[in-house]
């Protein structure tokens, strides 16, 4: 058994400044849903324009997240972040400054882009800096900083509406990219990282202000894993003692954004207005109830994480969204003999859900099953998958009630759910309290 060590403060300052990255992306992903109302008499879009606005910044992400872990193999996890912070304050100067629709969609794009490396580089650089014992809760510290963003953004829409000041919502921005961009100067690059650039006196300086033991020890493990592969190319994604990972961590990639989470978290206006909130305030006032529910059941998950353990907490919350939705799917299908309440109901247990089990662990998983030498490249592939399917549900959700109704939809939704029981249960591992070369030994036995 690995000695487990005691960590400093540091270690959570470092991860913290990371997450702030985390923030940005949900408040850059949720801020166009009130900005959208103002900009598009500004700027006289036309609906096909509204809709690239909107699906550009996926695009972004999608190609941000399948580079992304490229640059933070090869270049460093530390200047990646770097490099996302640049990326999101041109994004967010295009989109304040914006005079017409090219300049809007190119900051959207640039924006997209950095949220896409965020995804990948946060996560990654907080795994690699947590003590074993409480990667879960520090890794999940980006989940709870996403979830925050999109609260921040539904509040700052909500003040700036009232004077239609769609510019200030974009620019609001500025502000937690400031002091992230501040404290990047004042954290390391990750020791694993260092460890295979050979630079071992590095990685031992910045072990010894993470934490209160002499750092040789963790080298020794590093070192010894001499199986592990150290080449970042894609074909060592499909080594026998890798594949399986990677199996996996696409498998989760692909279900936490297949289950419906953007869809509702991108309608959800549209959908507590179906279920009879008429008005448009009506409609936003709960959906801002639905962002706190989603953040404080994140805050809730932090401290579940690291003591009840990966693989519980997925199968509990996949059966309450399963549950959920199907009362959801029940509701629309009798819409006019039900209280509205049963809808919103409905729909804050699901969020509550998957607050506690696929939006965090989803993340968590990923940064911690893959081996050193690869992980960056295997986390942009999984992050690729999650982006592809968020874009796939968020271009087909209307489609889908237009074409069978809503009932069926989140019926839909439902069956995905309990699909996505059975494949955790069946396929991921518990990796709570391992360490990565624990969590390696796991999948060569297998």
Known sequence: MVQKFRFTNFALFVSVVAALGGFLFGYNTSVISGALLFLVNDLKLSTFQQELVVSTLLIGALLGSLCGGFLADFFGRKKTLFTTAVLFFIGTFFLTEAADFEELLLGRFISGFAIGLAS?????????????????????????????????????????????????????????????????????????????????????????????????????????????????????????????????????????????????????????????????????????????????????????????????????GLIGMSLSLGVLGLFFYHPGSQDSLMAAGALMIYIAFFAISLGPIAWLIISEIYPLGIRGRAMGAATFANWASNYVISLTFLSLIQLVGASFTFWLYMIISLIGLWFVYKMVPETKGKTFEEIQAFWEKK
């Open 120 to 316: 990948v580089a946060v996560p990654l650089y907080i795994a690699e800096m947590a003590p074993c014992d409480r990667r879960g809760v520090y890794v999940s510290l980006n989940q709870l900083m996403i979830t925050l963003g999109v609260l921040v953004a539904y509040i700052v829409c909500y003040l700036y509406a009232v004077r239609q000041e769609w510019r200030e919502m974009f620019g609001f921005g500025f502000v937690p990219l400031s002091i992230q961009f501040i404290g990047l100067f004042f954290i390391p690059e990750t020791p694993a990282w260092l460890m295979t650039h050979h630079r071992k006196e590095a990685a031992e300086k910045v072990l010894h202000k993470l934490r209160i033991a002499h750092p040789a020890q963790h080298l020794v493990e590093v070192e010894a894993k001499e199986d592990t592969p150290k080449s970042s190319s894609w074909s060592a994604l499909f080594k026998p003692t890798v594949k399986k990972a990677f199996f996996v961590g696409i498998g989760v990639s692909v279900f936490q954004q297949i289950t419906g989470i953007n869809a509702v978290v991108y309608y959800a206006p549209k959908i507590f207005q179906l279920a009879g909130y008429h008005t448009a305030e009506m409609a936003t006032f709960v959906t801002m109830l639905l962002g706190c529910v989603n953040a404080g059941m994140t805050v809730i998950a932090l401290w579940l994480i690291d003591r009840l353990g990966r693989r519980p907490l997925l199968m509990i």
